[in-house]
């Protein structure tokens, strides 16, 4: 796949033994590629691994990724009993029997609901043991958002395509109607300089190298060719695999250029229509450009 946007979502969800591992993924737009991630507490070993991953897939965007764990987890949760805290309310309560003349009985259940008799000390997971559940559930997060933010990409070369197809026609229209105007101007100069003269015969010398003086102020020959060449390699940049959102936006400021150089060459109505069509549509791809990876 070509261009791929910069936006889409993602998620996956693995079980196991009773557990449910899940990663969710969110992405959108950005200069550069700026990761957060989130994940339960215990896992940060595993971060730079997840962090590899990811950059796998995203050059650039804001990325969002949760990763969270559910399920049973009896089996990561420890019972220590504290005997000598124990001990030490069974003699108090025998202290007390001896001074109220009555046999001690240690009532049990009251002894355990003491605080600090019975503690729970939550194990750490075997990472290495997790790492495949946690990979899997990030894998089908990652390959999911893949495939909404290539199916995305692909309705913007179809768009940004036809868009060029739609300045391309323009920019032809404005170099088939050069000639015409250039025409139009020796006429319209050879008018004003006969009035001018009056009934003195003009020098048709002269007015040739007036007519000339003129064709090359407005000549946009250049411009031309360098727009055409840009709009070569902006329909290369869109078949290529990587990622070409940079290119093609600097790319744009380029057009952009050429435009209004031709639009102050050619200071005609008619082209200053055609140069405000192509300044619309080169607004409309940046605008798609924008959320290009």
């Not at 025998?94 to 009985?105: D, H, K, M, N, S």
């Not at 101007?185 to 001018?196: A, F, H, M, N, S």
């Amino acid at each position: 796949m070509a261009c791929k946007s910069m936006t889409g979502f993602g998620r996956g969800e693995v079980a196991s033994g009773g557990r449910v591992w899940m990663a969710e993924l969110r992405c959108v737009n950005n200069r550069y590629l700026d990761l957060k991630i989130k994940i339960p507490q215990g896992y940060a070993a595993l971060e730079e691994r997840i962090r590899k991953k990811v950059s796998a897939f995203h050059q650039r965007g804001r990325v969002d990724l949760l990763l969270a764990v559910s399920g049973e987890s009896s089996d990561l949760v420890k019972m220590h009993v504290n005997m000598e805290l124990v001990r030490a309310y069974k003699l108090a309560m025998e202290q007390i029997a001896r001074e109220l003349g009555r046999e001690a009985i240690p009532d049990l259940a009251f002894v355990a609901s003491r605080p600090e008799v019975l503690v729970q000390e939550q194990q750490g997971e075997d990472l290495e043991a997790v790492w495949p559940h946690l990979e899997q559930a990030l894998d089908q997060a990652l390959v999911a958002c893949e495939t909404m933010r290539q199916q995305e990409g692909a309705a913007m070369v179809r768009d940004l395509s036809a868009r060029l197809q739609v300045f391309t026609l323009t920019i032809a229209k404005i170099e088939a109607g050069i000639p015409e105007l250039l025409r139009q101007r020796e006429l319209v100069l050879g008018e004003r300089l006969q009035k001018l003269l009056g009934n003195v015969q003009l020098d048709e010398q002269r007015l040739c190298q007036e007519v000339a003086i003129l064709a090359d102020k407005t000549d946009v020959t250049e411009e031309i060719v360098r727009l055409q060449s840009h709009i070569g390699q902006f329909q290369s940049f869109l078949t290529e695999k990587e990622a070409v959102g940079r290119k093609l936006d600097f790319l744009l400021q380029e057009f952009l250029r050429e435009v209004n150089t031709i639009a102050s060459k050619i200071n005609d109505a008619a082209i200053a229509y055609l140069a405000v069509e192509l300044k619309s549509e080169l607004e409309k791809m940046r605008e798609q450009i924008q959320n290009i990876e």
